[in-house]
Each structure stands twice: as C-alpha cells, then as structure tokens.
C-alpha cells in the first residue's frame, strides 16, 4: 500500500520535475553552443542594471518562450485536415509525458520496475514521433510534407540503432526492466558492451533529437521550418513542450542503461546531475561542429555506423551471456 | 569525427575565453560600453550656436534633404531632421565659419516623431527692417559678410562699396531695391563710372 | 588619368568591327560611341559575338523627348585591343519602337531588353521571354505565347487572373501546382532578400525553374538624375550595403570621365585600399552565409566574428562601417594619417595570419564540402553565352575581371601594386567558394601594400571639379565583390544629368540561374542560390513605375505612356 503511494506520488512529482529539467538541459544546450561560437549566450548570471529588469538569471528562458507561444494566436490553414491537425500536437504532448514515467530517477524509481518497462517506453517514443509525423502531413503544406517525409526517413535508421543498441544491453542482462539495468554492478566485460552499444545510441539520439549534422526534418533554411511550419500559438507550444521532455527523457535513458548505477538511489543525485550536464555538453560540442547533411547522404552514413557497432554490441552480448 | 572537426575545435577552443560580444546597452562597465568607437566616427552633427550665422549653405548643400530652414515671427531655426540625414558630412565641409562637427553619438532611437531627440535646432534672431519692420537676415550675417567681403575685395573699389554698406544698413531687400539707385554701385552707375 | 582616346582606335573600329556606322565619337579612355540604325544591331551583335568573342555589358534607352528614343548596347572589347569599349547607339521612333531582339542571338541579352521594354515600351521581335521583369507577372494583359517549349498560351480571362499569368513558364495546371510547385520566396528563411523562385519538383529532383525579382525597387537611378552630381555620389553608395564602395568608386569614374581629371596618386591609393577592404569584407560575409544556408551555424559565427575586425578598420578610416561616405569628385574628402595607417596594417596582417589558420579547415570540412562538390554546374559555353561575370565566371575557368581589363580611377597598375586574377576550373559550387577564399586573401595582400605607401608618403587627396559639357556621354566599370558593375551616364543641362544607368552583377548572374537549378536536388537550391551571392538588392535598383494610389489598374498602354511621361519631366 505504501508502495502503491509512493509511486504515485512521485509520478505526480516527475511531471514538473522533468520538465525543469528539460527545459534547464535546453537552456545548456544553447549556453554551450554560444560559447562555442565566440559569443556570450543566453545569460546564467544577469548583471548590473539590467536586473531589474530581466531578473537575476534567464535560465528558464526556453520555458518563457514556450509559454509566450501560448498567448499567441492559433492560425488553422484552411487546406488542413483540422481534427488530426489539431489533435496532433496534444497526443504528442502526452506520449513523451509518459515515456518519462518509465525512466528512473534517483531516488524515484516510478514505474521503471515493471518487467517490460524498456520495451513500454521505447514504444512510446515512437509513438510521440510519430504524431510529430501525422500532423504536418494533415497541414497540407508542402513544406509540412516534405518535413514529414524526411522525417520518416530519418526515423527509422536512428530507430534501428536504438534498438540494436538497448536490446544487446538487455540480452546481456538478461532483463527488460530499466530499473534493474539501471542499478546493477559493473564488471569487465560488461565495460566493454557499454561504450561499443553506448556510442551507437548516442548516435541515434542525435537522430532523434534533431542534432546536426540530422536535423534535416527541421532545416530551416530550405524548407522554413519542415515539420512545424503552418503550427503557430499552443499548438507549437504543445510541440516545444514534447521536445523538452523527449529531451529529458532521452538524457535519461542514456544515462540510466549505460551509465549505472547513476539513477538507482538519491545518493547518486550529484553525480547524475553532472553526469546529465557533461552529456549534453557532448551533443553541444557535435552540434556545433557539423552542418546539416543531406537526406540522401544521411542514411548511407547510419547504415556505415550502425552495421559495425550493432554487430559487435551483439557479439560481446553473446559471450556475456554465454559465459556468465 | 575526422581531422578537420579536431582541427576546428581547437581554433574554437583557441578563443573560448574572450567572447567577441559586448554587454551592451548595460553600462556596468562604461568605458568598456562604448570601448570600440574610433575617432572619426561620423555620427549626429551638431551645430555650435555662437559660430553659425544663418547663411543656409548647409541647407543647399544637404544630400538627404534633411537640413531645414523655417523662419517664424523675428527667429530663424535651422533645423536637420535627423531621421533623413545621411550623415554624409557635406554640411561640416561646407559652412563658412565651420560651426558644425560630427559628434560621435550614435544612438537615434526615438518613441514618437516629435520628439526633440530627433531634432537639431540651432534658433537665430534676425533684425528687423527699420522701414517696414520685417525681419530679415539674421543678426551675425551681415557684420560676418561685411567682415569677409571687406577681406578680400579689390582695393580700388573698396571705398564705394563700404559706402553703400553703410547707405543700406537695417534695410530689408524690398527696401533696399526700393531706393536702390541711390547707390553708386548701381549696375548702370557702375558701368558709367568704368567707363564701358 | 582620364586621357584622350587614340584616333587610330577609331580607325580601327570604323575599319574592322562597324563599317555601316554612320557616326564615330571617340569619348575619353578608350571608350568609342557609335550611332547605327536600329536595324543593323543585331547583325552588328551577331559579328561581335561569334567573330572578336567580345562580350555584352549591357542594353539599356534613354528618353529623348521629341527625338524618340535612344538605345544604347554597350560591348566590352578588352581582350581584343586594350581597354576599348563600343558603345552603340540607335535612334527608334517614339510612336512605334520596334527592332529585332538582340536575345536571340546571345542570352546575355534576355533581361536587358526586358527591362527596355517594361521602362520605354520598346517592341523587340522575337524576345524569347516576353513577361514582365519588374511588374508583377499578372499585371493586367495579355501575353503571347512564346515559340520556346515551357511555355502555354494565358486562358484569357478578363483582365488575367493571377493563377494563370503565374503558371505560365512552367505549364502547370493550378491542381497540379499544388502537388508539385514548390515557391521560394517572397518571403523565406533561406534567402536573404525578397525574390520568387519557383521550382517544380518530382520528388526531391528539380526538373524546371523560374525566377522572377522586382521586389526590391527603390528608384535610385531617378533619384540620381534629380539631385545632381555632387549628392548623387551619396545614393549611388545606397544601393548595396555589402558592396557600397564598389558603387561609390563606379560612380566617380563615370562621372569624372565625363570631364578631364588627374586624379591625385595619393587618393587611388586610398580609393584601392577602401574598395579592397571593401571586397574582404563581402567575402567573408558570403562565407558564413554559405555556412548559414548548408546549416552550419558555428562556421557563419566564426567567419563574422572576423569579419568585424574588418568593420572596426573600415570605421576607423573612413567614419562609418557600412556606407563609406567619403568619395568625391575628384579625390576623397578623408586622409589616412600615419599612426592610424601602421595600426590598421598591423590588425590586417594580424587579421591574416588568423583568417589562413580557420578558413581552410572550414572549407575542407567534410560534410561541408558534401554539400558544394557537383553542385550547380556552369560550364564555360554556357557560362560565355549567358554572360556570367564576377567569381561565377572565374569558376567556370573564364579569366575576366575588370580590375585588369578596364581599370576604374583606382590603383590597380600591376607595376605598382602586385596582385592576381584567381581562376579555377572547377565549375561547381565548391570551385566559387574556393576562388572567393583565395581573392580575400589576395585583397589582403592588397590592402597591406596601400596602407604601407599611405604610412610612408604625403600629398594631396582632392582636386577641384569641373564643369560637365551638356549632352557627353561616359561609360564606368568597376569590379564589385560579385563581378563587373556598370555606369552609364548621359550630361544634361543645369548640371543635373540626363540619364543614369546601372547593372550591376547580380542582374547578370540571376538570369542564369533557373539554368543552374536544373536536377539538382530540392535542398540543393538555397546552397546554389547563395553560391551565385545574390545582391537583390542591387538586382532591382531600378526606377519603379507604379500605379498611382487612385487608379487600382492600368492597361499596358496607360502603363507606357505613364512612364513616358514621368522620364520626361525634369
């Protein structure tokens, strides 16, 4: 009974949490890319006689953008199909809410101790995707269509190598639930398949989350905004708002299968955070130091990376299996 | 990632620390707001009111049609509209008495059209015709030109025409013309006493 | 500086290359004017271009009044005898201006007779491409179907509806359009400036293109004719903001050729040194745009951040960053004194040494150069016949540029300042890029050597102007950091001039490319669009001619006689 409680109360708890998170991941992700560049950035620390003004620090500023797209007009095209364009956003939005109930926290275990949890939250993922995919193609823009068609593309091979590199984890242990992997010991072997499966999600999650050199869905300079072009107010609010917690949830995700024991008990909190903090400097610094590739050329390169790494992820699997 | 991305990297990397933004508009480091402006930056003109006398060259001379003339009652404001100035600094070159310079504020931003900010005004009196009353050339142009004629005239008639000065001193134009045979640098006495 | 030209040049031009003209003036450095009748013109273009392989600078009319109208082609003969220029003149009647179009015979011409037809009405036979240039394509009227394939006759439906006139070019039904007819621009994040391409995709293929630009009309030239001279200087600058010294230094060369002038050595110095910088600037920016477009953020943030060592030199000499504001007739109105001349040549070596450590890696960034290899090929016949000029042509291994060929009033004497024309015979995309990064550095060169003479000498930097004779006509190039940028202008009376006319590079490079875009793939067309750096709003410098507030439409006719009379009052 209590147990039942608990969970309850920390899957309300997750909710706003999560979300601070999201967003505070976001805020680096820019902070690193500025600095990067040779430039300031989104301030962390705001000085002088500003203050009053913008107050002591803009680090919720993606969160602020989000809620300014929520008081501003929603413009329904007239060629769209409105219920699905309409009900896209929002399913959306409630998928990634609840791919994050699935993902442990420190301290928080939530419903990641069901035995079929990684498969649970790995459908999910596809699921807020696809509705990401669903939309614009009911916006009956062309620029929507295209957007959506990369997307698809895109999809899938990043999809292959996630799986490919969270069922060799899985195979290894001998589990499917994410708490179990998230909080067991380490040893040699099991090293090994760590950075070989860990490398190829990193590069999926790059897919995934619209890093360069893959955010060809979103490009911006070719095809206005891809995807999210005729979506405008809270529609594009509710897109924004799935994307930071997809975010949070993917951060998650990593560092619960392939950084343990990081997320099992509150003691480790410290160390997640900055474990959290030095993944997403690692997505800024590939961000920042790619253009954008091609969709025809994106897909050969996948298929070069997730072939060898996949293969291996499976072998090293296999003798773990075999030998323990 | 292959050798370019390591090489580029380390360029970032070379200068992470100096970022190449300022913090502008906060002035919490003053010197540093406005650290980059050179010297010669042309910026608002303006126009120091002892020296200007009113002679509208640079009204003639404007290229964005920005400099303004409006007499009203007894004062001349010469006025540059700075939202049409193209601070080409035609005006600086050409004033006689080198009243206007090129300051280095940059900073234009106004709310409303009527505000001040986006004016230069430089008001003149101008003295009044003893005659008629008019008002008509303001009051330091004409000891000025009388200064700068007397200067550099040709000496053989400098008698005459500092005479005639004198003959229509406080007259406006209409008055002068009115009585203008009177005086002996007349076109027709002029010629007559050349001989033609 | 503005010397005489050669009688023996004249022989040469009225032996050799115009033996039907009727009359031969010779106007100052090497420039010839011819008057032929309207009819020889396209025989005379036709020998130009097959026989010497002399090259069309421009198409343009003047109005004069009573007398009818004056067309004026302009061929640039530099290859053949040094510097020369022949310009021909032909006098058309002003009730029914007809002549054979030019078009046919060499595509360089398509959008200058374009643009004499939309200003004077001018009825060229035979144009290949009879749609507006700068109006909007369904201005009410009615269009003939051309004889060249892409094109449908207009379904003539009361004044021409818009779907119609739109569509045209590319024979597309409207439900079709929909499906396939994919519109960059007016307004996109892509491009900078507003233009219309339209391009027609099947899948992710482009099979046909279109171009339409009018967008950004401001009506300098007009505003040229009125001001004068003097203030004239001042809006020329204001056409480009990237290439602003260029259209300064045009316009002073065009107008002192119109008398004689011995420019001050001094001041070509400072003349050489400002359009350098000027060109270093515009490169750089070119470069992070290219970045921007393929998507690459990091590369655009780090070439600026260059590029702002260069506008805080510029500032520092000259008074501002963007429009220089210190050319003159007859010199410039600031000296560079010699404290600020070490300084700024020790940041500009500085500024190199940084620029060969990053930009080479930036260009041979892999996935960078993914995207620029094979892209937007121009070969050099296509490039000969449709009259690219600048980094495009040079690209396409056609060594041209105006700074060797016709020198403006400005340093550029090889004995004296030591410099190259950088050609590459890639042809692609990733060839302009590499023939921009190297012209940058040779600017730097450049640039270094003038500030080394203007730290060590003194001297004079302006002399006073003269009086332009009433009715003289002169010709001005210079080379812009997009290519060949021409002035003409006509002297009218009360000092004000009768006519001013400018193209400038991008006019050239934009008509070619709906050549470019075909088969390319769709996220390929900004990259090409930017490789060509499209100044719009140099493109569509020229005079508006527009409705007026009260009537909401006018026929052709109206429209022609409307124009007619605004270019007539003074």
Known sequence: MADVLFTLLTIILIVPVSLFLGIIYAFLVRKFSARFQWRVGPVMRMYGDLKPLLGASRILQPLYDILKLMGKQTILPETSRKTLFVASPYLSLAFAVLVVFFIPFPGMPLLSNTPYSMIIASYLIIGSVVFTILGPVASGSPWGVIGARREVELFLVSELGFVVSIFSVAYAEGTLSLYNMASRALNLPMLLLMVSAGILMFLSMLGKLHIKPFDIPEAECEIVAGQYTEYSGKLLGMYFLAKAFMLYGLVALFIAVFLPPFSSSILWLPVYAIAAVLVVLLLSIVQVLNPRYQIDRALPWYMKVIIPLGLLSFIIALVIRLVM | ?196 | MTKQTDPSLVEWVKREAVPEGLEFKALRENRVSVRVRAEDVEKLTERFVKKFGARMIHATGVDMEQSGFDVVYIFDFSKIKERLVIILNANLDREQPKMPSVAKVTWQACWAEKELKEFLGVDTAGMPDPRHQFLPFEWPNDVESGSKEGFVKAAKNGGGSPSSEYLLPLGVTPQQASATLIPIGPYHPGVIEGQLVRVKVEGEQVVDADIKTGFHHRGINRLIERRGYNKGVFAAERVCGICSAAHGLAYVTTVENLYDAEIPERALYIRTLLVELNRVHSHLLWIGVVADVVGWKTGFMLTWGLRERVMDIIEAITGNRVNYGVWRLGGVSRDVPKELAEKANRTVLGLKEEAAKLLPDVVAHPVLKSRLVDVGPLSYPDAFDGGAVGPVARASNWKIDVRADNPPHAMYDPKKISWEVITEDGCDTYARTLVRVRELFVSMGIVSQCLEYLAKTTGEIRIKQREVEPGSEALGLNEAPRGELQYYIRAGVANLPQCVRIRTPSYRNNALLPHMLLGSALADVPVIMGSLDQCLACTDRVEVVDAKGQTKAMSWDQLVEYGKRVKGVR
């Open chain 2, 1 to 196: 990632m292959s050798s370019s991305h390591i090489k580029i990297l380390k360029r970032i990397l070379e200068k992470y620390s100096t970022p190449m933004t300022l913090k502008y508009p906060s002035s919490v480091d003053a010197s540093k707001k406005y650290s980059q402006i050179p010297e010669g930056l042309r910026g608002i003109p303006e126009r120091d009111k002892e020296k200007c006398i009113g002679c509208r060259a640079c009204f003639f001379v404007c290229s964005g049609r920005a400099t303004k003339i409006i007499d009203i009652a007894d004062k001349r404001t010469v006025q540059i509209f700075l939202f049409r100035c193209t601070f080409c600094a035609h005006c600086q070159e050409s004033c006689p008495e080198e009243a206007i310079t090129m300051s280095k504020k940059f900073e234009l931003t106004v709310s409303t059209r009527s505000d001040p900010a986006a004016y230069v005004d430089t008001v003149l009196d101008m003295l009044s015709c003893k005659k008629c009353g008019k008002p008509y050339f303001p009051k330091k142009f004409v000891p000025r030109v009388y200064e700068r004629l007397m200067e550099k005239i040709n000496p053989r008639v400098k008698e005459t025409v500092s005479a005639d000065f004198k003959k229509v001193e406080g007259l406006c134009t209409e008055c002068r013309r009115a009585n203008s045979f009177e005086l002996d640098t007349h076109t027709r006495k002029h010629l007559w006493l050349e001989g033609a």
